[in-house]
């Protein structure tokens, strides 16, 4: 089932008073159950698409469906709803908050949007990243793999059907970021997620069953390398 289609996507804008094609009349399809890579260059227009796709940033012209829905065309409060309860996000600049437990920090999500978190769920969730010891540790008591992976838990506590991350392996290196990515997708599996990730690291490109390649804003590849989903 087609989860997340675009259609003569297009975003530009103002750097300088020069106009910038960020990215230049996309069209993609994405399955329910994938693992997306999207690839390419620096200023190859990935973090934006993958902005776009997940309804953070507003495109130029062209339109995007989530569910068959146009998001678009929705107004900011509904497309804010939309990204609080469908949507996890991780993103290179990310961080915890110091001064709050592990615990503290993973549950924030559902504090914001007043909602509880499921027992049970939760529990799983800690036991796949690896995080049920150290729940009540701080941020400056844990390991860079065990920051990401705590990351990654607020990412998904809420239970969101489409999780978008941006080099999630960037400041690893490269068999602890193999590792900790490894846990993420056990994650997606177990539940039948659907991962969007802009990478440039080759280890995490590999995991993917769907590889999308820009080049200065433009899909010079839309490769599906297998045609079932990544549930097991």
């Known amino acids: 089932m087609t989860l997340i289609k675009s259609r003569n996507l297009c975003k530009s804008y103002c750097d300088d008073r020069k106009l910038v094609n960020a990215i230049i009349d996309c ?20 973090t934006t698409l993958l902005r776009l796709l997940g309804g953070i940033e507003r495109p130029s012209s062209g339109s995007i469906y989530i569910d068959q829905d146009d998001i678009a065309s929705f107004s900011d409060d509904k497309l804010a709803i939309l990204r609080r309860n469908e949507i996890g ?14 615990h503290e920090n993973i549950i924030m999500p559902t504090i914001l949007s007043h909602r509880k978190y499921e027992e049970e769920y939760y529990e799983d969730l800690m036991k796949q990243l690896q995080l049920s010891d150290i729940l009540k540790r701080y941020p400056n008591q844990l390991t860079i ?48 997620k659907t991962l969007i990730m802009v990478t440039r690291d080759p280890v995490a490109s590999i995991y993917a069953n769907h590889i999308i390649r820009l080049n200065r804003g433009i899909i010079i590849e839309d490769r599906i390398i297998c045609n079932k989903s990544l549930q097991r």
């Not at 996000?89 to 110091?98: A, E, H, M, R, V």
Request: net charge negative; proline share 4%; charged share 20%.
């Open 27 to 46: 069209n993609v399809e994405i399955e329910q159950g994938e693992c997306v890579t999207i690839i390419g260059t620096k200023c190859s227009g990935k």
């Open 145 to 192: 793999n065990q920051l990401l992976c705590v990351a990654y838990a607020r990412a998904l506590i809420h239970q969101p059907n489409i999780i978008l991350i941006d080099e999630p392996t960037n400041l690893l290196y490269q068999q602890k970021g193999k590792e900790v990515l490894e846990l993420l997708l056990n994650m997606v599996r177990r539940y039948h």
């Open 89 to 102: 996000y991780l993103f290179q600049n990310d961080s915890l908050i110091p001064d709050l437990t592990v």
